[in-house]
T-cell receptor
């Protein structure tokens, strides 16, 4: 049981490049979330999804896009990378069954230069 | 809007002494509260949560937290600190009124346990 898998683990981008951070889960959880964590700081919610085909903005959505075509996958897209997007990105899931058991991926460390 | 405050950027404690990491929250409705720990260059590890029931919650590695509704607090405690407890600790909250179980995090408190 892999849980939540994030790829890649590390990436260096040049300003203006684009990339997609992948998040895949095998737990059939409806809720999925993307967070970013700046150095020494807490996690900020970027986007979230409550099921396939349904997404919404979190606290810091600017510069990002998401899609949720399947229950398993919730990719995060950066279209025009900026240095301000240098951060560690975490994907999380929740089954919605009422026990509030969030599962976090191991993170993607992104540097924009 | 939901929010979490961790008033201390860093807490210093000697090994063997009790430790407390503070957390206060603001939500509409009943809060669901969490503590996570993060070691350097690692992901988040779940410590404990309060959903309902007993206000004193026991979690992993000897940690516990007490839910205080009147003070809107959920402080993390441990009776005897270990050097290996040194890490970054995050308090988080969600509620049904916040919508879609969005988990909101505090800024984190760095715990330093000295030998």
């Amino acid at each position: 049981n892999a849980g939540v898998t994030q790829t890649p683990k590390f990436r260096i981008l040049k300003i203006g490049q684009s990339m997609t951070l992948q998040c895949a889960q095998d737990m059939n959880h409806n809720y999925m979330y993307w967070y970013r964590q700046d150095p020494g700081m807490g996690l900020k919610l970027i986007y979230y999804s409550v099921g396939a085909g349904i997404t919404d903005k979190g606290e810091v959505p600017n510069g990002y896009n998401v899609s949720r075509s399947t229950t398993e996958d919730f990719p995060l897209r950066l279209e025009l990378a900026a240095p301000s997007q240098t951060s560690v990105y975490f994907c999380a899931t929740l089954d919605g069954g009422g026990n509030y058991g969030y599962t976090f991926g191991s993170g993607t460390r992104l540097t924009v230069v | 809007a939901q929010s979490v405050a961790q008033p201390e950027d860093q807490v210093n404690v000697a090994e063997g002494n009790p430790l407390t990491v503070k957390c206060t929250y603001s939500v509409s409705g009943n809060p669901y509260l969490f503590w996570y720990v993060q070691y350097p260059n690692r992901g988040l590890q779940f410590l404990l949560k309060y959903i309902t029931g007993d206000n004193l919650v026991k979690g992993s590695y000897g940690f516990e937290a007490e839910f205080n509704k009147s003070q809107t607090s959920f402080h993390l405690k441990k009776p005897s600190a270990l050097v290996s407890d040194s890490a970054l600790y995050f308090c988080a909250v969600t509620s049904l009124s916040g919508g879609y179980n969005k988990l909101i995090f505090g800024a984190g408190t760095r715990l330093a346990v000295h030998p």
